[in-house]
Protein backbone atom coordinates (compact mmCIF):
# COMPACT_ATOMS: atom_id res chain seq x y z
CA UNK A 1 0.00 0.00 0.00
CA UNK A 2 0.86 3.37 -0.95
CA UNK A 3 1.55 6.12 1.97
CA UNK A 4 0.25 9.69 1.62
CA UNK A 5 3.41 10.78 0.94
CA UNK A 6 3.97 8.40 -2.13
CA UNK A 7 0.74 9.40 -3.78
CA UNK A 8 1.64 13.04 -3.59
CA UNK A 9 4.53 12.24 -5.31
CA UNK A 10 3.05 10.32 -8.18
CA UNK A 11 0.70 13.12 -8.90
CA UNK A 12 3.27 16.20 -9.16
CA UNK A 13 5.19 13.87 -11.29
CA UNK A 14 2.65 13.92 -13.62
CA UNK A 15 2.37 17.64 -13.71
CA UNK A 16 5.92 18.04 -14.74
CA UNK A 17 6.03 21.48 -17.12
CA UNK A 18 8.96 23.31 -18.05
CA UNK A 19 10.41 25.91 -19.92
CA UNK A 20 11.51 23.90 -23.09
CA UNK A 21 8.35 22.24 -22.69
CA UNK A 22 6.42 25.85 -22.81
CA UNK A 23 8.68 27.29 -25.63
CA UNK A 24 7.85 24.16 -27.71
CA UNK A 25 4.36 24.84 -27.43
CA UNK A 26 4.76 28.40 -28.29
CA UNK A 27 6.94 27.91 -31.51
CA UNK A 28 4.46 25.50 -32.70
CA UNK A 29 0.96 27.61 -31.67
CA UNK A 30 2.90 30.63 -33.46
CA UNK A 31 3.88 28.64 -36.98
CA UNK A 32 0.12 27.67 -36.76
CA UNK A 33 -0.70 31.15 -36.44
CA UNK A 34 1.72 32.45 -38.73
CA UNK A 35 0.42 29.70 -41.53
CA UNK A 36 -3.13 30.67 -40.86
CA UNK A 37 -2.45 34.21 -41.80
CA UNK A 38 -0.73 33.21 -44.71
CA UNK A 39 -3.66 31.28 -45.96
CA UNK A 40 -5.85 33.92 -44.75
CA UNK A 41 -4.34 36.73 -46.26
CA UNK A 42 -4.13 34.81 -49.36
CA UNK A 43 -7.59 34.59 -49.63
CA UNK A 44 -8.27 37.91 -48.67
CA UNK A 45 -6.39 39.12 -51.63
CA UNK A 46 -8.07 36.42 -54.12
CA UNK A 47 -11.41 37.89 -52.89
CA UNK A 48 -10.71 41.67 -52.55
CA UNK A 49 -9.11 41.32 -56.27
CA UNK A 50 -12.25 39.69 -57.40
CA UNK A 51 -14.01 42.24 -55.66
CA UNK A 52 -12.03 44.79 -56.68
CA UNK A 53 -12.52 44.09 -60.37
CA UNK A 54 -16.08 43.69 -60.64
CA UNK A 55 -16.03 47.05 -58.38
CA UNK A 56 -13.44 48.85 -60.89
CA UNK A 57 -15.54 47.88 -64.08
CA UNK A 58 -18.71 48.93 -62.40
CA UNK A 59 -17.03 52.41 -61.28
CA UNK A 60 -15.36 53.08 -64.99
CA UNK A 61 -18.53 51.92 -66.55
CA UNK A 62 -20.99 54.28 -64.80
CA UNK A 63 -18.50 56.99 -64.89
CA UNK A 64 -18.07 56.57 -68.96
CA UNK A 65 -21.85 56.77 -68.41
CA UNK A 66 -22.20 59.84 -66.68
CA UNK A 67 -19.78 61.26 -68.65
CA UNK A 68 -22.15 60.66 -71.75
CA UNK A 69 -25.30 61.79 -70.50
CA UNK A 70 -23.45 64.89 -69.81
CA UNK A 71 -22.30 65.05 -73.61
CA UNK A 72 -25.55 64.25 -74.44
CA UNK A 73 -27.56 66.84 -72.11
CA UNK A 74 -25.30 69.08 -73.32
CA UNK A 75 -25.63 68.75 -77.24
CA UNK A 76 -29.36 68.46 -76.22
CA UNK A 77 -29.69 71.72 -75.46
CA UNK A 78 -29.34 73.00 -79.21
CA UNK A 79 -31.70 72.83 -82.31
CA UNK A 80 -29.28 71.45 -84.76
CA UNK A 81 -32.18 71.53 -87.75
CA UNK A 82 -31.99 75.81 -87.77
CA UNK A 83 -29.20 78.10 -87.61
CA UNK A 84 -28.41 78.57 -83.50
CA UNK A 85 -26.97 81.96 -82.61
CA UNK A 86 -23.19 82.25 -82.86
CA UNK A 87 -23.55 83.25 -79.20
CA UNK A 88 -25.57 79.86 -78.30
CA UNK A 89 -23.31 77.78 -80.40
CA UNK A 90 -19.98 79.23 -78.86
CA UNK A 91 -21.74 78.29 -75.24
CA UNK A 92 -22.45 75.07 -76.41
CA UNK A 93 -19.03 74.55 -77.33
CA UNK A 94 -17.19 75.54 -74.39
CA UNK A 95 -19.52 73.49 -72.49
CA UNK A 96 -18.43 70.35 -74.29
CA UNK A 97 -15.08 71.12 -74.18
CA UNK A 98 -14.99 72.29 -70.15
CA UNK A 99 -16.57 68.55 -69.79
CA UNK A 100 -13.97 66.90 -71.98
CA UNK A 101 -11.09 68.72 -69.55
CA UNK A 102 -12.73 68.09 -66.40
CA UNK A 103 -13.23 64.56 -67.19
CA UNK A 104 -9.27 64.46 -67.24
CA UNK A 105 -8.71 66.27 -63.57
CA UNK A 106 -9.79 62.55 -62.24
CA UNK A 107 -6.55 60.37 -61.85
CA UNK A 108 -8.03 57.62 -63.26
CA UNK A 109 -9.06 58.71 -66.28
CA UNK A 110 -6.41 58.22 -69.35
CA UNK A 111 -8.06 58.79 -72.29
CA UNK A 112 -11.66 60.06 -73.51
CA UNK A 113 -12.54 60.94 -77.13
CA UNK A 114 -15.90 60.67 -78.74
CA UNK A 115 -15.40 57.94 -81.94
CA UNK A 116 -17.62 58.37 -85.17
CA UNK A 117 -17.76 56.70 -88.32
CA UNK A 118 -15.97 58.69 -91.51
CA UNK A 119 -15.87 57.34 -94.89
CA UNK A 120 -16.80 53.74 -93.71
CA UNK A 121 -13.55 54.27 -91.09
CA UNK A 122 -13.92 55.50 -87.55
CA UNK A 123 -12.66 58.38 -85.94
CA UNK A 124 -11.75 59.41 -82.75
CA UNK A 125 -12.75 63.71 -81.83
CA UNK A 126 -11.13 65.18 -78.56
CA UNK A 127 -12.62 68.59 -79.39
CA UNK A 128 -15.77 70.29 -78.49
CA UNK A 129 -15.96 72.85 -82.04
CA UNK A 130 -14.84 69.44 -84.02
CA UNK A 131 -18.15 67.65 -82.03
CA UNK A 132 -19.96 70.14 -82.57
CA UNK A 133 -19.91 70.53 -86.00
CA UNK A 134 -20.09 66.50 -86.63
CA UNK A 135 -23.24 66.89 -84.84
CA UNK A 136 -24.78 69.65 -86.80
CA UNK A 137 -23.22 69.00 -90.29
CA UNK A 138 -21.97 65.30 -89.76
CA UNK A 139 -18.93 65.65 -91.14
CA UNK A 140 -15.36 65.22 -89.17
CA UNK A 141 -12.64 67.52 -90.61
CA UNK A 142 -9.41 65.91 -92.26
CA UNK A 143 -7.06 67.18 -89.78
CA UNK A 144 -8.82 65.16 -87.04
CA UNK A 145 -5.75 63.32 -85.93
CA UNK A 146 -6.41 59.41 -84.49
CA UNK A 147 -2.96 59.33 -83.55
CA UNK A 148 -3.29 59.99 -79.73
CA UNK A 149 -6.36 57.05 -79.71
CA UNK A 150 -4.84 54.01 -80.93
CA UNK A 151 -5.71 52.05 -78.04
CA UNK A 152 -9.66 52.79 -78.51
CA UNK A 153 -9.37 51.95 -82.11
CA UNK A 154 -7.82 49.32 -81.88
CA UNK A 155 -10.42 47.63 -79.58
CA UNK A 156 -13.16 49.52 -81.12
CA UNK A 157 -12.65 47.75 -83.56
CA UNK A 158 -13.72 44.25 -82.33
CA UNK A 159 -16.43 45.96 -79.85
CA UNK A 160 -18.61 48.24 -82.68
CA UNK A 161 -21.05 45.56 -83.60
CA UNK A 162 -22.22 45.08 -80.65
CA UNK A 163 -22.30 48.75 -79.08
CA UNK A 164 -23.97 50.55 -82.35
CA UNK A 165 -26.59 47.26 -83.26
CA UNK A 166 -27.06 46.52 -79.72
CA UNK A 167 -26.86 49.73 -77.95
CA UNK A 168 -25.24 48.54 -74.72
CA UNK A 169 -22.48 49.68 -72.76
CA UNK A 170 -18.94 47.20 -73.19
CA UNK A 171 -16.11 47.20 -70.97
CA UNK A 172 -13.01 45.51 -72.04
CA UNK A 173 -9.94 45.41 -69.03
CA UNK A 174 -6.64 45.22 -70.62
CA UNK A 175 -3.48 43.15 -69.14
CA UNK A 176 -2.66 46.75 -67.02
CA UNK A 177 -5.19 46.45 -65.51
CA UNK A 178 -6.81 49.69 -67.46
CA UNK A 179 -10.76 49.27 -68.63
CA UNK A 180 -11.29 50.50 -71.82
CA UNK A 181 -15.42 51.22 -71.57
CA UNK A 182 -17.83 52.04 -74.88
CA UNK A 183 -20.88 53.70 -74.41
CA UNK A 184 -23.48 54.37 -77.19
CA UNK A 185 -23.66 58.21 -78.00
CA UNK A 186 -27.11 59.02 -78.39
CA UNK A 187 -27.67 62.55 -78.27
CA UNK A 188 -30.72 62.75 -80.30
CA UNK A 189 -32.29 59.66 -79.87
CA UNK A 190 -30.00 58.51 -82.23
CA UNK A 191 -26.57 56.49 -82.21
CA UNK A 192 -23.91 58.75 -83.59
CA UNK A 193 -21.09 57.11 -82.25
CA UNK A 194 -19.28 55.96 -78.93
CA UNK A 195 -18.36 57.59 -76.13
CA UNK A 196 -14.49 55.87 -75.41
CA UNK A 197 -13.01 56.32 -71.69
CA UNK A 198 -9.84 54.92 -70.56
CA UNK A 199 -10.45 54.49 -66.69
CA UNK A 200 -7.37 52.97 -64.86
CA UNK A 201 -9.27 52.74 -61.35
CA UNK A 202 -7.05 52.29 -58.20
CA UNK A 203 -8.24 50.82 -55.03
CA UNK A 204 -4.78 49.73 -53.80
CA UNK A 205 -5.74 51.92 -50.77
CA UNK A 206 -8.52 49.59 -49.43
CA UNK A 207 -6.16 46.56 -49.94
CA UNK A 208 -3.20 47.80 -47.97
CA UNK A 209 -5.64 49.27 -45.13
CA UNK A 210 -6.77 45.51 -44.91
CA UNK A 211 -3.72 44.17 -44.78
CA UNK A 212 -2.44 46.39 -42.18
CA UNK A 213 -5.31 45.85 -40.56
CA UNK A 214 -5.17 41.86 -40.44
CA UNK A 215 -1.37 41.89 -39.53
CA UNK A 216 -2.53 44.69 -36.16
CA UNK A 217 -4.65 41.98 -35.47
CA UNK A 218 -2.45 38.90 -35.81
CA UNK A 219 0.34 40.71 -33.98
CA UNK A 220 -2.30 41.41 -31.32
CA UNK A 221 -3.68 37.25 -31.36
CA UNK A 222 -0.39 36.11 -30.64
CA UNK A 223 0.84 39.07 -28.00
CA UNK A 224 -1.82 37.59 -26.48
CA UNK A 225 -0.66 34.28 -26.79
CA UNK A 226 2.88 34.78 -25.29
CA UNK A 227 1.39 36.70 -22.21
CA UNK A 228 -0.90 33.67 -21.92
CA UNK A 229 2.15 31.21 -22.06
CA UNK A 230 3.97 33.72 -19.92
CA UNK A 231 1.11 33.29 -16.98
CA UNK A 232 1.01 29.50 -17.58
CA UNK A 233 5.04 29.32 -16.96
CA UNK A 234 5.01 31.31 -13.98
CA UNK A 235 1.90 28.90 -12.68
CA UNK A 236 3.78 26.19 -13.39
CA UNK A 237 7.43 27.22 -12.50
CA UNK A 238 5.42 28.34 -9.01
CA UNK A 239 3.84 24.86 -9.21
CA UNK A 240 7.25 23.07 -9.74
CA UNK A 241 8.57 25.16 -6.60
CA UNK A 242 6.45 23.91 -4.65
CA UNK A 243 6.84 20.31 -6.21
CA UNK A 244 10.32 20.27 -5.61
CA UNK A 245 10.26 21.51 -1.94
CA UNK A 246 7.73 18.98 -1.25
CA UNK A 247 9.88 16.17 -3.04
CA UNK A 248 12.54 17.49 -1.07
CA UNK A 249 10.74 17.14 2.28
CA UNK A 250 9.70 13.81 1.32
CA UNK A 251 13.83 12.75 0.46
CA UNK A 252 14.66 13.70 3.92
CA UNK A 253 12.19 11.73 5.01
CA UNK A 254 12.56 8.66 3.12
CA UNK A 255 16.47 9.17 3.55
CA UNK A 256 16.07 9.61 7.21
CA UNK A 257 13.82 6.10 7.30
CA UNK A 258 16.52 4.68 5.20
CA UNK A 259 19.31 5.67 7.39
CA UNK A 260 16.75 3.99 10.26
CA UNK A 261 16.50 1.04 8.29
CA UNK A 262 20.20 0.57 7.24
CA UNK A 263 20.91 0.83 10.87
CA UNK A 264 18.22 -1.67 11.74
CA UNK A 265 19.16 -3.99 9.20
CA UNK A 266 22.77 -4.10 10.13
CA UNK A 267 21.94 -4.41 14.00
CA UNK A 268 20.24 -7.81 12.44
CA UNK A 269 23.19 -8.70 10.25
CA UNK A 270 25.32 -8.85 13.28
CA UNK A 271 22.72 -10.68 15.52
CA UNK A 272 23.00 -13.37 12.64
CA UNK A 273 26.85 -13.27 12.64
CA UNK A 274 26.72 -14.10 15.93
CA UNK A 275 24.45 -16.79 16.02
CA UNK A 276 26.32 -18.01 12.96
CA UNK A 277 29.87 -18.18 14.39
CA UNK A 278 29.24 -18.90 17.93
CA UNK A 279 28.84 -22.41 17.60
CA UNK A 280 32.05 -22.41 15.38
CA UNK A 281 34.16 -20.59 17.87
CA UNK A 282 32.68 -22.54 20.76
CA UNK A 283 33.59 -25.91 19.43
CA UNK A 284 37.24 -24.88 17.78
CA UNK A 285 37.60 -22.95 21.81
CA UNK A 286 36.82 -26.28 23.02
CA UNK A 287 39.90 -28.31 21.07
CA UNK A 288 42.25 -25.39 21.71
CA UNK A 289 41.27 -25.87 25.55
CA UNK A 290 41.74 -29.66 24.76
CA UNK A 291 44.91 -29.90 23.07
CA UNK A 292 46.39 -27.37 26.06
CA UNK A 293 45.04 -29.72 28.20
CA UNK A 294 47.02 -32.77 27.03
CA UNK A 295 50.23 -31.11 25.80
CA UNK A 296 53.61 -32.90 26.84
CA UNK A 297 56.78 -31.77 25.86
CA UNK A 298 56.51 -34.70 23.14
CA UNK A 299 53.65 -33.26 21.35
CA UNK A 300 54.13 -29.35 21.85
CA UNK A 301 55.44 -28.18 18.70
CA UNK A 302 52.22 -30.36 17.22
CA UNK A 303 50.13 -29.05 18.90
CA UNK A 304 51.23 -25.04 19.41
CA UNK A 305 51.20 -25.56 15.08
CA UNK A 306 47.19 -26.94 15.56
CA UNK A 307 46.35 -24.14 18.20
CA UNK A 308 48.17 -21.24 15.40
CA UNK A 309 45.74 -22.73 13.13
CA UNK A 310 42.61 -23.07 15.16
CA UNK A 311 43.06 -19.57 16.78
CA UNK A 312 43.89 -17.91 13.20
CA UNK A 313 40.24 -19.39 12.29
CA UNK A 314 38.45 -18.25 15.22
CA UNK A 315 40.49 -14.64 14.55
CA UNK A 316 39.01 -14.56 10.83
CA UNK A 317 35.44 -15.78 12.22
CA UNK A 318 35.43 -12.93 14.43
CA UNK A 319 37.23 -10.34 11.92
CA UNK A 320 34.04 -10.89 9.50
CA UNK A 321 31.80 -11.01 11.78
CA UNK A 322 32.14 -7.26 12.48
CA UNK A 323 33.54 -6.17 9.31
CA UNK A 324 30.59 -6.20 6.89
CA UNK A 325 32.71 -5.58 3.86
CA UNK A 326 36.57 -6.26 4.26
CA UNK A 327 39.45 -4.60 2.41
CA UNK A 328 40.43 -7.03 -0.66
CA UNK A 329 43.88 -7.24 0.62
CA UNK A 330 43.05 -9.56 3.29
CA UNK A 331 41.05 -11.86 1.47
CA UNK A 332 43.13 -12.43 -1.50
CA UNK A 333 46.71 -11.04 -3.27
CA UNK A 334 49.68 -12.77 -4.13
CA UNK A 335 51.19 -12.23 -0.30
CA UNK A 336 48.69 -15.45 -0.23
CA UNK A 337 49.90 -19.27 -1.16
CA UNK A 338 47.10 -21.55 -0.17
CA UNK A 339 47.28 -25.03 -1.12
CA UNK A 340 43.55 -26.09 -1.06
CA UNK A 341 44.49 -29.85 -0.47
CA UNK A 342 46.04 -28.77 2.61
CA UNK A 343 43.53 -26.81 3.84
CA UNK A 344 41.04 -29.52 2.88
CA UNK A 345 42.97 -32.72 4.95
CA UNK A 346 43.48 -30.08 7.86
CA UNK A 347 39.03 -29.41 8.54
CA UNK A 348 38.47 -33.01 7.97
CA UNK A 349 41.46 -34.36 10.08
CA UNK A 350 41.03 -31.32 12.94
CA UNK A 351 37.36 -29.96 12.68
CA UNK A 352 35.38 -32.81 12.15
CA UNK A 353 36.87 -36.07 12.58
CA UNK A 354 37.41 -34.48 15.63
CA UNK A 355 34.20 -35.04 17.76
CA UNK A 356 33.66 -38.70 18.55
CA UNK A 357 29.85 -38.53 18.03
CA UNK A 358 30.24 -37.60 14.44
CA UNK A 359 33.25 -40.27 13.54
CA UNK A 360 31.04 -43.27 14.23
CA UNK A 361 27.94 -41.84 11.94
CA UNK A 362 30.26 -39.55 9.03
CA UNK A 363 32.92 -41.06 6.56
CA UNK A 364 35.19 -38.81 4.88
CA UNK A 365 36.58 -40.20 1.58
CA UNK A 366 39.26 -37.52 0.39
CA UNK A 367 40.19 -37.54 -3.68
CA UNK A 368 42.65 -34.43 -4.32
CA UNK A 369 44.39 -33.81 -7.11
CA UNK A 370 48.33 -33.85 -6.66
CA UNK A 371 48.65 -31.18 -9.60
CA UNK A 372 46.56 -28.53 -7.74
CA UNK A 373 48.54 -25.20 -8.09
CA UNK A 374 48.00 -22.72 -5.40
CA UNK A 375 45.19 -20.41 -4.51
CA UNK A 376 45.76 -16.37 -3.70
CA UNK A 377 43.10 -16.69 -1.19
CA UNK A 378 43.55 -16.48 2.66
CA UNK A 379 43.17 -19.80 4.06
CA UNK A 380 40.91 -19.01 6.97
CA UNK A 381 38.56 -17.46 3.89
CA UNK A 382 38.30 -20.83 2.15
CA UNK A 383 37.90 -22.53 5.72
CA UNK A 384 34.78 -20.36 5.96
CA UNK A 385 33.66 -21.27 2.63
CA UNK A 386 34.01 -25.17 3.27
CA UNK A 387 33.40 -25.19 6.55
CA UNK A 388 29.41 -24.52 6.89
CA UNK A 389 28.71 -26.68 3.42
CA UNK A 390 30.61 -29.93 5.22
CA UNK A 391 28.45 -28.55 7.96
CA UNK A 392 25.83 -28.67 5.97
CA UNK A 393 25.90 -32.54 4.89
CA UNK A 394 26.23 -33.29 8.29
CA UNK A 395 23.29 -31.34 9.77
CA UNK A 396 21.12 -32.24 7.39
CA UNK A 397 22.10 -36.29 7.66
CA UNK A 398 20.39 -36.71 10.80
CA UNK A 399 21.22 -39.76 12.74
CA UNK A 400 21.55 -41.75 9.52
CA UNK A 401 25.11 -42.62 9.11
CA UNK A 402 26.25 -40.15 5.92
CA UNK A 403 29.35 -40.69 2.97
CA UNK A 404 30.97 -37.02 2.57
CA UNK A 405 33.22 -37.50 -0.67
CA UNK A 406 35.83 -34.67 -1.47
CA UNK A 407 37.51 -34.02 -4.86
CA UNK A 408 39.82 -31.82 -6.32
CA UNK A 409 40.47 -31.65 -9.85
CA UNK A 410 42.85 -29.58 -11.70
CA UNK A 411 42.55 -29.05 -15.94
CA UNK A 412 45.97 -27.45 -17.24
CA UNK A 413 44.25 -26.14 -20.01
CA UNK A 414 41.46 -23.85 -18.94
CA UNK A 415 43.44 -23.36 -15.35
CA UNK A 416 40.20 -24.14 -13.82
CA UNK A 417 40.03 -25.56 -10.81
CA UNK A 418 36.69 -27.73 -9.39
CA UNK A 419 36.34 -28.64 -5.63
CA UNK A 420 33.30 -30.88 -5.46
CA UNK A 421 31.64 -32.05 -1.63
CA UNK A 422 29.05 -34.75 -2.36
CA UNK A 423 27.12 -36.68 0.31
CA UNK A 424 25.04 -39.86 0.55
CA UNK A 425 22.52 -37.56 2.66
CA UNK A 426 18.64 -36.86 1.85
CA UNK A 427 19.62 -34.36 -1.08
CA UNK A 428 18.10 -30.98 -1.16
CA UNK A 429 14.79 -29.80 -1.27
CA UNK A 430 13.29 -29.08 -5.27
CA UNK A 431 11.97 -25.90 -4.38
CA UNK A 432 15.73 -24.83 -2.60
CA UNK A 433 17.19 -25.30 -6.44
CA UNK A 434 15.15 -23.51 -8.00
CA UNK A 435 16.53 -19.88 -9.11
CA UNK A 436 15.65 -16.47 -8.98
CA UNK A 437 15.46 -13.62 -11.37
CA UNK A 438 19.41 -12.77 -11.11
CA UNK A 439 19.81 -16.95 -11.81
CA UNK A 440 20.66 -17.60 -7.98
CA UNK A 441 19.08 -20.83 -6.08
CA UNK A 442 17.24 -20.01 -3.19
CA UNK A 443 19.51 -22.49 -1.21
CA UNK A 444 22.27 -19.94 -1.36
CA UNK A 445 19.16 -16.84 -0.12
CA UNK A 446 19.16 -15.98 3.75
CA UNK A 447 16.82 -17.68 5.92
CA UNK A 448 16.93 -20.86 3.27
CA UNK A 449 16.50 -23.72 4.73
CA UNK A 450 14.79 -27.10 5.81
CA UNK A 451 15.50 -26.86 9.31
CA UNK A 452 13.08 -26.30 12.26
CA UNK A 453 12.87 -22.43 12.84
CA UNK A 454 15.75 -21.46 14.45
CA UNK A 455 17.34 -17.85 14.72
CA UNK A 456 20.28 -18.13 12.28
CA UNK A 457 19.49 -21.07 10.28
CA UNK A 458 19.96 -21.36 6.84
CA UNK A 459 22.95 -18.27 7.06
CA UNK A 460 26.00 -20.97 6.60
CA UNK A 461 24.88 -21.87 2.90
CA UNK A 462 24.14 -17.95 2.12
CA UNK A 463 27.74 -16.74 3.85
CA UNK A 464 29.74 -19.77 2.22
CA UNK A 465 28.01 -18.41 -1.62
CA UNK A 466 28.45 -14.60 -0.49
CA UNK A 467 31.99 -15.11 0.36
CA UNK A 468 33.19 -17.34 -2.82
CA UNK A 469 31.17 -15.06 -5.39
CA UNK A 470 31.82 -11.47 -4.56
CA UNK A 471 34.94 -12.20 -2.10
CA UNK A 472 36.89 -14.65 -4.34
CA UNK A 473 35.51 -14.43 -7.28
CA UNK A 474 34.43 -18.09 -7.45
CA UNK A 475 31.34 -20.01 -8.80
CA UNK A 476 29.30 -22.00 -6.06
CA UNK A 477 26.66 -24.53 -6.96
CA UNK A 478 24.27 -26.79 -5.66
CA UNK A 479 22.47 -30.42 -6.86
CA UNK A 480 20.93 -33.31 -6.12
CA UNK A 481 22.52 -37.01 -7.22
CA UNK A 482 20.22 -39.31 -9.61
CA UNK A 483 20.85 -42.16 -6.78
CA UNK A 484 21.01 -40.44 -3.43
CA UNK A 485 22.38 -37.08 -1.84
CA UNK A 486 23.50 -33.93 -3.00
CA UNK A 487 26.38 -32.35 -4.49
CA UNK A 488 28.66 -28.85 -3.90
CA UNK A 489 30.69 -27.65 -6.96
CA UNK A 490 33.04 -24.57 -6.75
CA UNK A 491 35.18 -24.03 -9.48
CA UNK A 492 37.75 -21.67 -9.05
CA UNK A 493 39.51 -19.67 -12.46
CA UNK A 494 42.91 -19.91 -12.52
CA UNK A 495 46.34 -19.10 -14.53
CA UNK A 496 47.33 -22.59 -16.29
CA UNK A 497 50.74 -20.98 -16.53
CA UNK A 498 50.68 -21.59 -12.41
CA UNK A 499 53.14 -23.62 -11.08
CA UNK A 500 52.78 -26.41 -8.47
CA UNK A 501 53.81 -25.55 -5.21
Not at 72 to 93: A, C, M, N, S, V
Not at 180 to 204: A, L, N, W
Not at 236 to 250: C, F, G, Y
Not at 465 to 494: M, S, V
Request: hydrophobic share 40%; aromatic share 8%.
Amino acid sequence: MKTRAQKLTDRLTKYHFELKHLLVLFIILLVFQLVLSYINQISMNSFLTRTQDWYQQDAAEKLANLTTMSLELILGRGDFDTPEIPKQKEKIIKSIQLLLGQSFLQEHVRDLCILVQKNENTAAIDDGRILYQYITDHVVPEDASNLDHLDALTHFQALHEQVLENEQIQSVLDSLQAFHVFVPFVPKGEVMGVVYMKIVPDFSFITEEMERSYIKTNLVFTLMILIGFLVILYISTTTINERDKTHRVLMDEREIQIRKDMHQAKEALFTKRIYHTHHKAEKVMGFIQEDLMSATSHTFEKIRDRVIKYAGFVSRVIYDMKSYDPPVQTIRGPAFNTDLNKVISYLVEHLFTRVSIQTDRTQFHLNLDRNLPIVHVNEYVIWEILEPLIQNSIDHAGANPVKIQIQTNYDPQSGLIKVTLSDTGPGIQSDLLQEDEQGVKRLFHEYASTKEAVTGSGYGCYIAYQIAKTRCGWTLDAENLDHRGCRFTITIPGDPREKRV
